[in-house]
């Protein structure tokens, strides 16, 4: 069956009778629900869908669907007014994973297709066909640390989110509702709780005496001013009256430094571009000898172009290291009750 598991449209879901059997082999027991299932499968085997080959650089669509045992999703390719498939993926949810909150299952399908399709996420522009908010889902990694992962995970492939409209294959017909309807009033339910936390209320801002001149908000002005307290000390030695002259050599490495919590620097997050030193402007290289003016110009407006996709990026990378931080001081805490 894992063999045929591209070509049979959501597998897991189809075959879930056998694998409850086959849990404990000790009390073996071949039900109803069993020989109907296989009679299905049967059925479905005899005509199967015919899989299509996709075209260089051609856009794919993919549909997910979500069902209290499994997460599933298909590959399909649009050929005038039709659909057609090209990859099924399905997978079974552990234990953990049923637990997932309903949104969550669903970026988890549309993860475990990244995975498995990985040759076609990198070679595709993917469209996700979706009436669910995955993309915010995915956008406030916040909510748990798994969100931040599979957020940075699929941020290096061209994956787009476009509504759901009428699936115009039979054979898609699986995917036409992306959630069972067992599942259907907990999704609303849940739907409704995460609108309802953007909607306007009364607010309290609490400050700590800031100002423009003394930023003392949430530390971060403190930090950096320490850092460069510190770098102007390994500098200057005993030599502290010179500290005006090495201030800028000082903020030049601070800036041009990879920082270890977004794995960018300071520079490259305002120009997006890394910093260059007169020194390699005048000695010739590849880039400068054969780059002309209005090419570099065109790579520069490109880059900035792209800005706000690195600082995102950037951004989850460093809610993914904060979680990381936070976890590892969570286990040194000794909890006491009283």
Known sequence: MAALSRFISRLTDKSHAFFETLKDPKDFQWTDKCEQTLSDLKDYLTTPPLLSKPLEGEVLLLY????????????VREEGRKQHCIYYVSKSLLDAETRYNHLEKLALALVNAARKLRHYFKAHQIVVVTSFPIKAVLHKPEVSGRLAKWAIELGEYDVIFRPATAIKSQVL???????????????????????????KGEWTLYVDWSTPRHPQSNG???????????????????????????????????RTTPKTAT???????????EA?????????????????????????????????????AARLINVSYQLKVAKSYNKKVRYSTF
């Open 263 to 273: 794995q960018e620097t300071s520079f490259s997050l305002v120009y997006c571009a």
């Open 276 to 312: 260059v030193i007169p020194t390699e402007v005048h000695i010739r290289t590849t880039v400068s000898e054969f780059l002309s003016e209005e090419e570099n110009n065109e790579l520069m407006s490109l880059s900035l172009d792209l800005l706000d996709e690195k600082r995102e």
């Open 220 to 254: 971060q002005a403190e930090s950096t001013n320490k850092t460069v307290v510190n770098m102007l000390k390994k500098c200057l030695e005993d030599a502290h009256g010179r500290w005006a002259e090495e201030l800028h050599r000082v903020l030049w490495v601070y």
């Open 173 to 199: 017909a699986d995917f036409v509702a992306e959630f069972s309807p067992v599942m259907l009033p907990a999704l609303e339910q849940e739907v409704k709780l995460r609108d309802s936390e953007g909607e």
């Open 64 to 75: 997910l669907a979500v069902s209290e045992h499994a997460v599933s999703a298909v590959l």
